[in-house]
Structure formats: C-alpha cells, structure tokens
C-alpha cells in the first residue's frame, strides 16, 4: 500500500511550482499525493501578477482529506494570510501531522506570496511542529537574522551557525527536546557561480545536543529572467 501525502500550498497554472510541482513530486516517489489548495495564483515562468487567497475554503478541503484518509505527512508551501495559516496549525496539532515546510514568502520574480508581516507569525505559532524546513539562501538570512548571500563552501561555517539557529527555532518548550529535526538550505553560494545545499540534522537540544551537517553541490543552470520554481 502507498503511502498518503499531502501538499497544502499554492496552485500555478504553469505547474512550475506550487501543488502541482509536489504532486509530481510525489509520484515520481512513490507516494499518493493528496492537495489542498491554499492560493490562486496568476504567474508565467517568468512573471507574478497576483494571487487570489483560498482561506475561506480551506477547512472544507481538509476536512475532505481528513475523514476519509489516514494521512499523516504534510508538505507546506505557500500561507498567503493569517487565517490560512492558523487553519492549518490547528489541523498540524490536531493530527500530529509529520511537517516539511518550505517557507516561500517571495516569488522568484520578487513579489510577495503572503500578507506583510506573516513570516514571523508562522516562525510563532508553525515552526515548532515542523519536521523539516527548508528555506532557500533570501529565506534562511531572514530567519537567522544574517546576511548568507555571498556563502561558499570555502567558508561555510557561518551558513552551519545559521543552519543550527534555525533548527533550535524547531523545538519548543512544551515538546521532547530529543525529536529529531532537520533544516535544508537550499541553493547557497549561488551569486558565486557555485550551487549547494546545506542540511542540519538534530537529534535533539539540550544537554547533549549534537548536529550533523550534509553538502549537495550541483551545477548552476543559466536561464535568462528570473524563472520560478527554481527552489521547489
């Protein structure tokens, strides 16, 4: 029997990103993909015109899901507001969903994807029931309070400081300090033409908190513009 996953995300009418990018995803895993949409959006591969927030429809999309099927993963991508985003930390607790969260807040054409102000609302009240984030370079310099743009594998040992503050911001205090955690930043080092993703891995915090760190160089694809889904 496959295992179920659900994507709650955004949906592109390109299927260069959002739902339809982790669907794909899924199947070439192995993995049933269920959807639930969180946004409309009005994109090319090179251009954002808007989105069109579903939060109105989001309980109902779930609770489809959730009484006719025993999911228990989740891949989170786009929150475009605060009631879409305290609809699915409800639905996150009340299932003890197994969280992956990309936490896209910019489109790679550089217009906002979420209401001003959300990303620390979701770094609040999701990022302790998160598995595994995974934010790209802009999205990890955010959320460690540090400039990693000019990063390279040369001289990677900030990009792991910054890595081990994020994935301290995955525990909370009412959890099992001893959960595993994991960050993945994607797509380092690559304004110096070099390309790679950084993972931390913990066992846990505290006492004996220990972290493990994995390097994937790629090579670096030229496109001309700003092409979306490059962070997928």
């Known amino acids: 029997?496959?295992?179920?996953?659900?994507?709650?995300?955004?949906?592109?009418?390109?299927?260069?990103?959002?739902?339809?990018?982790?669907?794909?995803?899924?199947?070439?895993?192995?993995?049933?993909p269920f959807s639930v949409i969180t946004a409309i959006t009005y994109q090319s591969a090179t251009e954002f015109y808007g989105y069109n927030s579903l939060s109105d429809?989001?309980?109902?999309?779930?609770?489809?899901?959730?009484?006719?099927?025993?999911?228990?993963?989740?891949?989170?991508?786009?929150i475009p507001d605060v009631k879409a985003l305290?609809?699915?930390?409800?639905?996150?607790?009340?299932?003890?969903?197994?969280?992956?969260?990309d936490p896209v807040s910019i489109s790679s054409a550089g217009e906002r994807l979420s209401s001003e102000g959300l990303e620390l609302e979701i770094e609040k009240s999701l990022f302790p029931y998160i598995k595994v984030l995974t934010p790209n370079i802009n999205e990890a310099s955010f959320y460690a309070n540090r400039d990693l743009s000019n990063k390279t594998t040369e001289n990677i040992a900030e990009l792991k400081e910054a890595a081990i503050i994020l994935?301290?911001?995955?525990?909370?205090?009412?959890?099992?300090?001893?959960?595993e955690k994991a960050v993945v930043i994607k797509s380092a080092?690559?304004?110096?033409?070099?390309?790679?993703?950084?993972?931390?891995?913990?066992?846990?915090?505290g006492a004996n908190e220990n972290y493990e760190f994995m390097l994937y160089q790629k090579p670096k694809l030229s496109f001309n513009g700003n092409v979306h889904g490059t962070g997928c």
């Open 189 to 205: 080092g690559i304004k110096q033409g070099e390309l790679f993703d950084l993972v931390c891995f913990s066992t846990g915090i």
């Open 57 to 78: 429809d989001l309980n109902k999309q779930l609770d489809t899901i959730f009484t006719s099927y025993p999911v228990k993963y989740v891949k989170i991508g786009m």
């Open 1 to 32: 029997m496959k295992l179920f996953c659900l994507t709650i995300a955004g949906s592109d009418p390109t299927c260069g990103a959002g739902i339809q990018a982790d669907i794909r995803t899924f199947d070439r895993c192995g993995v049933h």
């Open 86 to 101: 305290d609809i699915i930390v409800d639905v996150v607790r009340q299932y003890e969903l197994i969280v992956v969260l």
């Open 167 to 179: 994935v301290k911001k995955l525990y909370s205090d009412n959890q099992a300090l001893a959960a």
